[in-house]
């Protein structure tokens, strides 16, 4: 078996580039696709509330206007009809705030729904999960599902939404500003110079500046926080790899290495914030200041007309609030720059990973697989499972075994020998589809029904009947054709237990292991079945037995074992020695 456990984004070789795919062609799909119809309809709605909103804004600007004309003039007769207008402003924006969120979770959640089948579908499908963990092409495939994904729908969702909503904002209120405040004028060297909407030039100056600043401080922030990403992906991983393999690791009183190793990755999270801290606390004084400022700039800059008597304090305050409106507009940027920050951390993973789907699909379903040539693996009307030339590679191209012309006619058994690496399991992945390395041609039974059983059979969590029918869902056999599967394969005990749910690879010794796979493959009666070590956990008795069942109930699956014990031999009338970078024997 392959040697895996540094940590995988140690062992990434994946390109660094992720340009190839856009993050337009990350966005655009679900907008196009059979959901379009809701999709449009929700986001439809959403806008039209924050246009309504916006409206509101505009009024509630002009009742500021009136609200402090009459406490400046000390007007009671006006007064409570203003707070009489405020409740219904306030109650209409309630209702609109509560209605907006919820329909943006909704619309956020379904994109992330569909996003998901799309990514699953593209990396279970095809085999590219296989293949990503084989060739080590991206970290985490896991992260990037579960956690990029939802960033993905509901950050581009809500950034957008407010982007849209700032601009017509900014356009709205960018005309009050102008009207209200109206014109400056200046001496500029004796002759008069008058600044047509001038309110608005010193918030659009104020606010460019201060996002200006923020740019220029804040860039490094980008892949600062996609390394963050990462490295709280692989701690995560290293303690789920500590949960899997609690009981070897206790055994081998593993227990202060895998603390070590679990600090030296934590180090990793730590001087990765250190530098997240340093850029923020950069950004926040910069935020602070100029949020801090914004208090009081716009009347520092409307007071020359105010104390001229152009403005009365109604009017002041409604500058003021417009001029905060325009100004908080044009620091969407600044505002949203953490968050755009981490949206682009979020896209460019997952462009990456993208692009890393695509290439193994493409790479090996269409492409020859190596430099080398590559195994071609063929489909044809025939029984007989044949190899024509056939030699295996390590994926740098190194040869690692010539196994030539072999037939393996249905019905028959052959026991595949030769020392530990010399690549038998290797020969088996390639009669799976699954090892490209190499040259030569499988040709494989179109239709026929091939199963693999290796040393550790894969048991899902769930039902013990959900396990034994695995890859088939639980309810494509009766129980009784299950009890009886594991009665054969001498686990009674386990019979009368097939809806009991477990973490079954936990519970049952790897002998019990074993025969669950052999009950398995008594169910599942296959055409093909392939044996990596499945037996060597048995007594030679029960391995024995075992092979004594696959002859009485399937006499017509061709059989190929991977084993070591000699006593195999017996069950098998033909041997292929596989030895490495040598001369194949077929006996
Ligand atoms: N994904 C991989 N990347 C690089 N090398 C690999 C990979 N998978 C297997 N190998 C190498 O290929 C060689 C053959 O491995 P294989 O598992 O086929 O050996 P084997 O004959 O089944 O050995 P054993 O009897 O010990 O199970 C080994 O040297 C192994 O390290």
Request: with cysteine.
């Amino acid at each position: 078996m392959p040697p895996s456990t540094a940590p995988l984004s140690l062992r990434s070789h994946a390109p660094r580039d992720p340009h190839s795919v856009s993050a337009w062609s990350l966005i655009k799909p679900y907008w196009v696709s059979k959901e379009w119809r809701i999709a449009w309809t929700l986001l439809i709605a959403i806008i039209a509330m924050d246009l309504v909103t916006v409206r509101i804004t505009v009024f509630l600007n002009s009742w500021s206007a009136q609200f402090y004309n009459a406490l400046q003039t000390k007007d009671v007769r006006d007064f409570p009809h203003l707070m009489i207008v405020f409740s219904g402003i306030v109650a209409a924006l309630i209702v609109l705030f509560v209605y907006r969120r919820y329909l943006s979770q909704m619309l956020g959640f379904r994109w992330r729904q569909w996003l998901t089948d799309q990514f699953l579908r593209e990396w279970l499908g095809e085999r590219a999960f296989y293949r990503i963990e084989r060739d080590r092409l991206a970290d985490n495939p896991d992260q990037r599902i579960s956690d990029d994904l939802q960033s993905l729908a509901t950050t581009t969702l809500s950034l957008s939404l407010d982007l849209l909503s700032t601009v017509v904002t900014l356009v709205t209120f960018i005309f009050i500003l102008w009207t209200l405040a109206g014109a400056l004028t200046v001496t500029l060297g004796g002759k008069p110079l008058v600044v047509p909407g001038y309110m608005v030039w010193a918030a659009a100056l104020y606010a460019l500046g201060g996002s200006f600043v923020m740019q220029k401080l804040g860039h490094p922030l980008v892949s600062i926080n996609y390394q963050q990403q990462r490295v709280e992906a692989d701690f995560r991983f290293g303690l789920i790899r500590v949960r899997e393999n609690a009981e070897q690791i206790a055994f081998y009183d593993g227990m202060r290495t895998e603390e070590n190793n679990a600090k030296t990755i934590f180090a990793r999270i730590r001087d990765n914030w250190w530098r997240i801290m340093k850029y923020t606390k950069r950004l926040s004084f910069v935020l602070s200041f100029y949020s801090n400022i914004a208090f009081i700039f716009p009347i520092a800059v409307a007071a020359p007309k105010y104390f001229a008597g152009a403005y009365t304090m109604g009017v002041l305050m409604q500058v003021r609030s417009a001029f905060s409106t325009v100004s908080d507009s044009f620091s969407w940027f600044i505002n949203s720059y953490g968050t755009l920050v981490e949206w682009r951390a979020t896209v460019n993973r997952l462009r990456e990973f993208k692009r890393v789907i695509h290439t193994t699909h493409l790479k090996e379903s269409v492409l020859p697989a190596t430099e080398h040539g590559g195994i071609n693996l063929h489909f044809v009307d025939a029984p007989t499972l044949t190899t024509r030339g056939l030699k295996l590679a390590l994926p740098n191209g190194t040869p690692l075994t010539t196994i030539g012309d072999v037939a393996i006619e249905p019905g028959s058994r052959w026991l595949v020998r030769g020392a530990s690496g010399a690549g038998k399991s290797t020969l088996l992945r390639a009669f799976a589809g699954l090892w490209p390395f190499g040259d030569g041609a499988i040709d494989a039974p179109v239709d026929a029904h091939m199963m693999f059983v290796p040393q550790q059979s894969y048991l899902p969590i769930g039902t013990l009947k959900a396990a034994l029918a695995y890859p088939a869902p639980a309810d494509a056999y009766d129980d009784e054709a299950c009890r009886e599967a594991l009665r054969t394969c001498r686990l009674e005990d386990y019979a009368a237990r097939l809806a009991e749910s477990a973490h079954w690879t936990r519970v049952l010794s790897p002998g019990e292991q074993q025969r669950l796979a052999a009950a398995r493959v008594l169910l599942h009666k296959p055409d093909f079945l392939f044996l990596d070590e499945a037996t060597s956990a048995l007594d030679a008795e029960n391995e024995a037995r075992i092979y004594r069942l696959f002859d009485e109930h399937l006499p017509k699956t061709a059989i190929v074992s991977v084993a070591h014990r000699e006593a195999l031999a017996a069950f098998h009338p033909h041997t292929l020695e596989v030895e490495r970078s040598g001369e194949r024997a077929v006996a």
